[in-house]
């Protein structure tokens, strides 16, 4: 499956963004879909992720609350919503594909989008 993140963009402390992760070529609702994100210096993180139908997420302790992932199988895209963000939000967020439910490594990757959260 290929994947095309977009939504990225500069906000103020507080602010708000959602981005989209678009999927091709596979069978969208047989996939797994997560969020992740890499600041500068820093390695890749899971933010978020969400089972095939949507039911089940999982987040990480910093954006809990704050952050909403979701999915609409028919659009073939997965969002995450994110509130109340913080300077520390600043990465590059990709999104990411599996079949398997919270895979050691995930099988496809998007191409990333910026996000950049100013003080």
């Known amino acids: 499956v290929q994947l095309q993140a977009s939504g990225g963009g500069l906000v103020q402390a507080g602010g708000s963004l959602r981005l989209s992760c678009l999927a091709s070529g596979g069978t969208f609702g047989s996939y797994v879909m997560g969020w992740f994100r890499q600041a500068p210096g820093k390695e890749r993180e899971s933010v978020a992720y969400?089972?095939?139908?949507?039911?089940?997420?999982n987040y990480a302790d910093s954006v809990k609350g704050r952050f909403t992932i979701s999915r609409d199988n028919a659009k073939n895209t997965v969002y995450l919503q994110m509130n109340s963000l913080k300077p520390e939000d600043t990465a590059v967020y990709y999104c990411?594909?599996?079949?398997?439910?919270?895979?050691?490594?995930?099988?496809?990757w998007g191409q990333g989008t910026q996000v950049t959260v100013s003080s």
């Open positions: 990411a594909a599996d079949k398997s439910w919270v895979p050691v490594i995930w099988g496809s």
């Open positions: 969400i089972s095939w139908s949507g039911r089940s997420t």
